[in-house]
Protein backbone atom coordinates (compact mmCIF):
# COMPACT_ATOMS: atom_id res chain seq x y z
CA UNK A 1 0.00 0.00 0.00
CA UNK A 2 1.54 3.59 -0.94
CA UNK A 3 2.02 6.13 1.39
CA UNK A 4 1.23 9.81 0.18
CA UNK A 5 1.88 12.84 2.63
CA UNK A 6 1.08 16.20 1.36
CA UNK A 7 3.61 19.28 2.75
CA UNK A 8 4.34 22.80 1.06
CA UNK A 9 7.05 24.70 1.16
CA UNK A 10 8.11 26.96 4.10
CA UNK A 11 9.21 30.70 3.30
CA UNK A 12 10.03 31.32 6.74
CA UNK A 13 13.01 30.61 8.89
CA UNK A 14 14.08 30.83 12.78
CA UNK A 15 12.57 30.07 16.05
CA UNK A 16 10.16 32.08 16.77
CA UNK A 17 8.36 31.72 12.90
CA UNK A 18 8.46 27.98 13.49
CA UNK A 19 6.87 28.54 17.01
CA UNK A 20 3.94 30.80 15.17
CA UNK A 21 3.88 27.76 12.65
CA UNK A 22 3.07 24.86 15.62
CA UNK A 23 0.80 27.45 17.09
CA UNK A 24 -1.41 27.54 14.05
CA UNK A 25 -1.51 23.97 13.33
CA UNK A 26 0.96 23.57 11.25
CA UNK A 27 5.06 21.29 11.65
CA UNK A 28 7.65 22.32 9.99
CA UNK A 29 10.09 20.09 8.29
CA UNK A 30 13.03 19.67 5.57
CA UNK A 31 13.35 17.44 2.68
CA UNK A 32 16.75 16.46 1.31
CA UNK A 33 19.09 14.02 -0.61
CA UNK A 34 19.30 12.98 -4.04
CA UNK A 35 20.49 15.61 -6.67
CA UNK A 36 19.01 18.25 -5.56
CA UNK A 37 19.28 21.25 -2.84
CA UNK A 38 16.83 20.68 0.69
CA UNK A 39 13.86 22.04 0.64
CA UNK A 40 12.42 23.82 4.02
CA UNK A 41 8.62 22.48 4.05
CA UNK A 42 5.14 22.00 6.21
CA UNK A 43 2.55 19.81 6.90
CA UNK A 44 -0.54 19.77 8.42
CA UNK A 45 -0.18 18.50 12.18
CA UNK A 46 -2.94 16.71 11.97
CA UNK A 47 -2.07 14.33 8.81
CA UNK A 48 1.27 14.24 10.08
CA UNK A 49 0.29 12.65 13.44
CA UNK A 50 -1.75 10.27 12.10
CA UNK A 51 0.14 9.13 10.05
CA UNK A 52 2.92 8.94 12.75
CA UNK A 53 0.66 6.31 14.79
CA UNK A 54 0.92 3.95 11.18
CA UNK A 55 4.07 1.57 11.87
CA UNK A 56 4.00 1.09 8.21
CA UNK A 57 4.72 5.46 7.74
CA UNK A 58 7.88 4.27 9.34
CA UNK A 59 9.54 1.12 7.21
CA UNK A 60 8.21 2.37 3.62
CA UNK A 61 8.48 4.38 0.55
CA UNK A 62 6.49 7.40 1.00
CA UNK A 63 5.06 9.38 -2.07
CA UNK A 64 5.90 13.14 -0.25
CA UNK A 65 3.44 15.82 -2.55
CA UNK A 66 4.68 19.14 -2.46
CA UNK A 67 3.99 22.21 -4.71
CA UNK A 68 1.57 20.08 -8.13
CA UNK A 69 5.12 17.57 -7.89
CA UNK A 70 5.71 14.45 -5.66
CA UNK A 71 9.21 12.59 -5.06
CA UNK A 72 9.55 9.49 -3.37
CA UNK A 73 11.15 9.94 0.47
CA UNK A 74 11.67 7.96 3.30
CA UNK A 75 10.69 9.38 7.32
CA UNK A 76 14.22 9.75 8.34
CA UNK A 77 13.59 11.46 11.93
CA UNK A 78 11.16 13.66 13.99
CA UNK A 79 10.86 15.34 17.22
CA UNK A 80 7.97 15.32 19.84
CA UNK A 81 7.20 17.83 22.64
CA UNK A 82 8.28 16.90 25.75
CA UNK A 83 4.72 16.00 27.20
CA UNK A 84 2.45 17.22 24.86
CA UNK A 85 1.17 15.16 21.73
CA UNK A 86 2.76 17.38 19.65
CA UNK A 87 5.26 17.15 16.74
CA UNK A 88 8.03 19.59 16.83
CA UNK A 89 10.46 19.17 13.61
CA UNK A 90 10.20 16.16 11.11
CA UNK A 91 12.81 15.06 8.34
CA UNK A 92 12.56 13.19 5.00
CA UNK A 93 15.24 12.03 2.62
CA UNK A 94 14.47 11.36 -1.16
CA UNK A 95 15.72 8.16 -2.63
CA UNK A 96 16.90 7.13 -5.77
CA UNK A 97 15.39 3.62 -7.39
CA UNK A 98 19.25 2.71 -8.19
CA UNK A 99 20.89 3.19 -5.11
CA UNK A 100 20.71 1.28 -1.88
CA UNK A 101 19.08 2.51 1.10
CA UNK A 102 19.45 1.55 4.94
CA UNK A 103 16.47 0.91 6.97
CA UNK A 104 15.47 0.15 10.55
CA UNK A 105 12.87 -2.81 9.44
CA UNK A 106 10.05 -4.03 12.36
CA UNK A 107 9.90 -7.45 13.05
CA UNK A 108 6.91 -9.51 13.69
CA UNK A 109 6.69 -12.41 16.02
CA UNK A 110 4.46 -15.26 14.76
CA UNK A 111 3.25 -18.99 15.90
CA UNK A 112 4.74 -17.97 19.38
CA UNK A 113 1.08 -20.14 20.50
CA UNK A 114 2.34 -23.20 18.88
CA UNK A 115 6.11 -23.78 19.92
CA UNK A 116 6.77 -26.49 22.23
CA UNK A 117 8.36 -24.06 24.76
CA UNK A 118 4.83 -22.60 25.31
CA UNK A 119 2.18 -25.08 23.81
CA UNK A 120 4.26 -28.18 26.35
CA UNK A 121 6.41 -26.43 28.44
CA UNK A 122 4.76 -23.32 29.93
CA UNK A 123 7.61 -21.26 28.87
CA UNK A 124 6.61 -17.82 27.95
CA UNK A 125 8.52 -16.14 24.62
CA UNK A 126 10.87 -12.75 25.59
CA UNK A 127 11.26 -10.62 22.58
CA UNK A 128 14.77 -9.21 22.22
CA UNK A 129 14.72 -7.00 19.42
CA UNK A 130 12.02 -5.53 18.00
CA UNK A 131 13.71 -4.09 14.75
CA UNK A 132 16.41 -5.43 12.46
CA UNK A 133 18.65 -3.05 10.68
CA UNK A 134 18.66 -3.99 7.04
CA UNK A 135 19.81 -2.47 3.57
CA UNK A 136 18.27 -3.00 -0.04
CA UNK A 137 17.00 -1.24 -3.37
CA UNK A 138 14.02 1.27 -2.33
CA UNK A 139 11.92 -1.52 -4.52
CA UNK A 140 13.09 -4.00 -2.07
CA UNK A 141 12.13 -2.41 0.98
CA UNK A 142 10.10 -4.85 2.89
CA UNK A 143 7.60 -3.76 5.69
CA UNK A 144 8.23 -5.77 8.49
CA UNK A 145 10.60 -9.12 8.78
CA UNK A 146 8.46 -12.10 10.22
CA UNK A 147 10.48 -14.41 13.11
CA UNK A 148 8.84 -18.15 13.21
CA UNK A 149 8.42 -19.09 16.53
CA UNK A 150 7.17 -22.04 15.65
CA UNK A 151 9.87 -24.44 16.83
CA UNK A 152 10.99 -22.67 19.84
CA UNK A 153 11.87 -24.49 22.86
CA UNK A 154 12.00 -23.51 26.22
CA UNK A 155 16.15 -22.33 26.38
CA UNK A 156 16.25 -21.98 23.03
CA UNK A 157 17.02 -18.75 21.35
CA UNK A 158 16.52 -17.25 17.94
CA UNK A 159 19.20 -15.35 16.14
CA UNK A 160 19.21 -12.55 14.00
CA UNK A 161 21.32 -14.82 11.08
CA UNK A 162 18.44 -17.14 11.53
CA UNK A 163 15.99 -15.17 10.25
CA UNK A 164 15.05 -15.71 6.76
CA UNK A 165 15.21 -12.09 4.84
CA UNK A 166 13.10 -11.39 1.69
CA UNK A 167 14.93 -11.36 -1.50
CA UNK A 168 17.16 -8.23 -1.82
CA UNK A 169 17.02 -7.66 1.62
CA UNK A 170 20.48 -8.32 3.49
CA UNK A 171 21.18 -7.68 6.84
CA UNK A 172 23.95 -4.70 7.59
CA UNK A 173 25.41 -7.10 11.02
CA UNK A 174 28.93 -7.50 11.16
CA UNK A 175 31.00 -10.71 10.40
CA UNK A 176 30.84 -11.56 14.29
CA UNK A 177 27.48 -10.22 14.97
CA UNK A 178 24.97 -12.35 15.80
CA UNK A 179 22.10 -10.81 18.47
CA UNK A 180 19.66 -12.76 19.94
CA UNK A 181 16.32 -12.00 18.87
CA UNK A 182 13.80 -13.89 20.90
CA UNK A 183 13.96 -16.64 23.57
CA UNK A 184 11.80 -18.72 25.28
CA UNK A 185 12.18 -18.96 28.96
CA UNK A 186 10.33 -20.32 32.20
CA UNK A 187 8.73 -17.52 34.44
CA UNK A 188 9.74 -16.65 37.72
CA UNK A 189 7.94 -19.15 40.68
CA UNK A 190 7.14 -17.51 43.63
CA UNK A 191 7.88 -20.25 46.55
CA UNK A 192 5.82 -20.13 49.53
CA UNK A 193 6.98 -20.21 52.82
CA UNK A 194 6.58 -23.94 53.71
CA UNK A 195 4.97 -24.26 57.15
CA UNK A 196 6.97 -25.39 60.68
CA UNK A 197 7.67 -28.89 60.72
CA UNK A 198 6.86 -31.37 63.95
CA UNK A 199 10.94 -30.74 64.39
CA UNK A 200 10.16 -27.17 65.07
CA UNK A 201 7.38 -27.74 67.70
CA UNK A 202 8.35 -27.77 71.25
CA UNK A 203 7.53 -31.53 72.63
CA UNK A 204 5.06 -31.91 75.24
CA UNK A 205 7.42 -32.69 78.03
CA UNK A 206 8.84 -29.08 77.71
CA UNK A 207 5.67 -27.19 78.00
CA UNK A 208 4.97 -26.30 81.32
CA UNK A 209 1.70 -27.62 82.93
CA UNK A 210 -0.44 -25.67 85.24
CA UNK A 211 0.76 -27.20 88.17
CA UNK A 212 4.64 -26.55 87.42
CA UNK A 213 3.72 -22.60 86.68
CA UNK A 214 1.74 -22.23 89.83
CA UNK A 215 4.47 -22.09 91.82
CA UNK A 216 6.85 -19.69 89.84
CA UNK A 217 3.83 -17.18 89.22
CA UNK A 218 3.68 -17.50 93.41
CA UNK A 219 7.31 -17.17 93.78
CA UNK A 220 7.28 -14.49 91.45
CA UNK A 221 4.00 -12.38 93.29
CA UNK A 222 5.71 -12.67 97.08
CA UNK A 223 8.80 -11.21 95.62
CA UNK A 224 7.04 -8.22 93.87
CA UNK A 225 5.11 -7.89 97.32
CA UNK A 226 8.40 -7.91 98.97
CA UNK A 227 9.87 -5.06 96.65
CA UNK A 228 6.56 -2.77 96.95
CA UNK A 229 7.13 -3.05 101.03
CA UNK A 230 10.86 -2.21 100.85
CA UNK A 231 9.78 0.60 99.01
CA UNK A 232 6.79 1.86 101.24
CA UNK A 233 9.18 1.40 104.10
CA UNK A 234 11.52 3.69 102.26
CA UNK A 235 9.08 5.81 101.56
CA UNK A 236 8.16 6.13 105.19
CA UNK A 237 11.76 6.42 106.26
CA UNK A 238 12.31 9.99 103.89
CA UNK A 239 8.97 11.27 104.87
CA UNK A 240 10.19 10.78 109.14
CA UNK A 241 13.43 12.19 108.02
CA UNK A 242 11.58 15.37 106.25
CA UNK A 243 9.45 15.71 109.54
CA UNK A 244 11.90 15.42 111.89
CA UNK A 245 14.34 18.15 109.88
CA UNK A 246 11.42 20.09 110.44
CA UNK A 247 10.79 20.03 113.83
CA UNK A 248 14.75 20.67 114.47
CA UNK A 249 14.72 23.72 113.22
CA UNK A 250 11.55 24.72 114.84
CA UNK A 251 13.35 24.06 118.14
CA UNK A 252 16.75 26.33 116.89
CA UNK A 253 14.19 29.60 116.26
Given at each position: ????????????????????????GRVPGIV??????????EF??????RNLTNEKFHASILTLKLDGGAEQVL????????FKAQVQ?????RVSKDKKIHMAVPLHFVNAEKSPG???????????????DITCLPDDLPEFI????ANLSVGKSIHARDLVLPKGVESTLHKAENPVVATCILPALIVEEEPATAEAVPAAA?????????PEKAEDAAAGDKAKAGDKAKAGDKGADKAADKADKKEKK
Open positions: MKIEISATQRKVQGTGASRRLRRSYGGERDAVNIDHKELYLRAFNMHPHVDFQVKDQAGVVSHVLNELEVDLDVPTTAQAA
